[in-house]
């Protein structure tokens, strides 16, 4: 199977999306003539045209209220965000425009949207660039939330989202547009709402999304040196979440940790952990454990934000406290 | 413009005068508690309404507004009983009982909202005059809103964005005074809020937001400008709200005479005068529009008294467009 970058299965997706449904448009800030703030655009102005791929100026909360304006009139927008933290100016227009319009117009109008970008850290881009949204997100009713870790897993879930007709936050990574993996050519989709197993195991379920779950294939490789064998989920979406994929492996291996890249309170992690105490209680054999980043807002220096982020080795150490070892 | 014949405002005058009285109606109701939430009612505000629907083709043209929203779906064709429902939490409300105040909806009749975030509703706006480009539909969207909204941030990124992109859209500032209790002189350092369109080079001036000719006279400029494809255009409705900002105000902010000097402009009592002097009705045909009137409001009361609540399912149907989503459980 033939090989390509992240980003180059972004731009597949929204390009083959965008040959079939003439109502899809691409906004955003540098998506058009820059080809992408991080070429997850490439050639689109060229095949599309400006009337749908269009750059605007930097005004988060003017082209997301006009996107979502857009939908209620007949239009699929795709709206690109520079990066999840730039959304914080317009997030009254996603949580309180795309989520709730369907229910506040008693199930007239839905928002068939997908507001994308990279979210979480990339680097040294210190506090107000590091920020992960996901739970942000999934904790609104309305929105579904997907965060794909592998360009197989991008291509096919964001042409889902765009075929949705409810809003979709989709989740990318600056730290993965280059990352390559295998694409087929042809025509693929991957449901929303459904987890992956990304390695099979037997001695402990960890689940994980996004850019993170890196340090848990680089952990379990360490540990199945050590006759520990994990299993690890990739959860793909956030909301709604499976929680029957994580429930089964659970119950399979007893023990769950949980690798989330956000602030530790009242995330993704504490909800997993939350579910699965109440429904499959008896089936742990030892307290679950969330690996998260530090309760602070990210730093700059390298020392101190290696020290922020959870890396491989928090992961092996949660495996080994849950199995006792 | 479309010409004002005897029947526009013979229209006006009864249309106006339902929605005066329709607001009362929930105003009386809001106090026996059978209405909750907020409150925001338009008294006095009318001839802003009047005179621009006798400029939209409404047809194709569509309408978004805050939540001052009860009667401008009336106007674009909506069933006043559903609105009166609405407010009632009624599954027969025009949002199934689950917008209330301030979120009435009517997507086929033009009517988009019935938005509650101040300034919320100017992107969307926007949005819709968008989408309406974009296909080709030759249609126009007014977005409305109040003074205190044009403090917003929304409004000047969605100006500059109208104006870049010449989006068939007009904006109408419904400048009634005050936003909640704090007076226009109070929230800027100029007081002509039509000027902020100058900014963007936005064509742009004020109106007598208290006679539906003026109005319609403006709105009529702006909706050919912009169905022409001239884009956006910024209108300042001079006009003024006879109540509280919502039902709590104790109008502390304000002089009972005041209050009373704009009633002696008031928009139905300017257009009825018009149809005494022209002759356009007897005392008895006015009577007869007065009494037609009391009955219809009669009706939406009782019709939103009569209905049923909605099933408790429907909290979760109206959410999503697919229909099997996995909510979470609440309760045991």
């Not at chain 1, 989520?99 to 970008?117: L, Y």
């Not at chain 2, 002759?279 to 939103?304: G, H, N, S």
Request: glycine content about 8%.
């Amino acid at each position: 199977m033939r090989t390509i970058q992240f980003r180059e299965a972004v731009a597949e997706a929204m390009s083959e999306e965008m040959r079939r449904d003439e109502s899809i448009y691409l906004m955003g800030e540098e998506v058009a003539e820059y080809n992408g703030a991080y070429k997850a655009s490439k050639g689109m102005l060229d095949e599309f045209g400006a009337k749908r791929v269009i750059d605007t100026p930097i005004s988060e909360l003017g082209f997301a209220g006009i996107g979502v304006g857009s939908a209620m009139n007949g239009n699929r927008p795709i709206i690109e965000f520079m990066t999840f933290n730039f959304a914080l100016v317009g997030i009254d227009q996603i949580i309180n425009n795309a989520a709730k319009m369907r229910q506040m117009s008693g199930g007239q109008i839905n928002i068939p949207i997908v507001f994308r970008g990279p979210s979480a850290s990339a680097g040294q881009l210190a506090a107000t660039h590091s920020q992960a949204f996901e739970n942000w997100y999934a904790n609104c009713p309305g929105l579904k939330v997907v965060v794909p870790s592998n360009p197989y897993d991008a291509k096919g879930l964001l042409k889902s989202a765009i075929r949705d007709d409810d809003p979709v936050i989709f989740m990318e990574s600056e730290q993965m547009y280059g990352d390559k993996g295998e694409v087929p050519e042809g025509e693929y989709s991957i449901p929303i709402g459904v987890a992956d197993i990304k390695r099979e195991g037997t001695d402990v379920t960890i689940v994980s999304f996004g850019k993170i779950i890196k340090e848990a294939y680089t952990a379990a490789d360490e540990l199945e040196k050590e006759g520990i064998s994990c299993e690890i989920i990739d959860l793909r979406t956030v909301r709604p979440m499976d929680h029957d994929a994580i429930l089964n492996s659970v119950k399979k291996t007893n023990r769950l940790v949980i690798l989330e890249e956000a602030w530790p309170f009242g995330n993704v992690a504490t909800e997993i952990t939350y579910q699965v105490q109440s429904q499959a209680f008896d089936y742990l054999d030892a307290p679950i454990v969330k690996i998260n980043t530090a309760d602070t807002p990210a730093p700059y220096s390298p020392v101190l934000l290696a020290e922020w982020l959870p890396n491989h080795e928090d992961v092996i150490k949660a495996v080994k406290k849950v199995l006792y070892k | 413009m479309k010409k004002v014949t005897k029947e526009v405002y013979l229209k006006w005058y009864e249309d106006m005068l339902f929605w005066r009285k329709f607001e009362d109606k929930l105003a009386a109701v809001y106090i026996q508690q059978k209405v909750r939430g907020f409150l925001h009612l338009y008294n006095g505000q009318e001839a802003v309404l009047a005179g621009s629907l006798h400029a939209m083709d409404l047809s194709k043209d569509k309408m978004i507004t805050a939540y001052r929203n009860h009667v401008q779906p009336i106007g674009m064709g909506v069933d006043p009983r559903k609105v009166m429902a609405e407010l009632y939490g009624k599954a027969t409300g025009t949002s199934q009982g689950l917008g209330g105040s301030m979120h009435i909806f009517a997507p086929e009749n033009g009517f988009y909202g019935g938005h509650g975030i101040v300034g919320g509703q100017i992107p969307l706006g926007a949005g819709l005059a968008f989408a309406d480009k974009f296909f080709n539909r030759d249609a126009v969207t007014l977005t409305y809103m109040g003074d205190g909204a044009t403090r917003q941030g929304s409004l000047h990124e969605t100006f500059n964005l109208a104006m870049l992109w010449k989006l068939p859209v007009v904006f109408i500032v419904e400048n009634n005074g005050y936003a909640m209790g704090t007076s226009v002189e109070r929230t800027a350092n100029h007081t002509e809020i039509w000027k902020l369109g100058l900014g963007y080079e936005m064509p742009c001036g004020p109106v007598d937001g208290m006679n539906p000719v003026k109005v319609a006279e403006a709105v009529s400029e702006a909706v050919e400008r912009a169905r022409s494809g001239g884009g956006p255009t910024f209108l300042e409705m001079k006009t003024y709200r006879y109540r509280g900002h919502s039902m709590s105000d104790a109008q502390h902010y304000r002089t009972k005479e005041e209050v009373e000097e704009y009633k002696k402009i008031d928009p139905i009592t300017q257009v009825l005068d018009i149809i005494k002097k022209e002759k356009y009705a007897t005392d008895e045909e006015i009577a007869v529009i007065d009494q037609r009137v009391k009955d219809l409001v009669k009706e939406c009361e009782k019709f939103a008294e009569d209905s049923p609540y909605p099933e408790k399912n429907v909290m979760y149907d109206v959410v999503y467009e697919q229909e099997d989503y996995p909510f979470l459980p609440h309760k045991l």
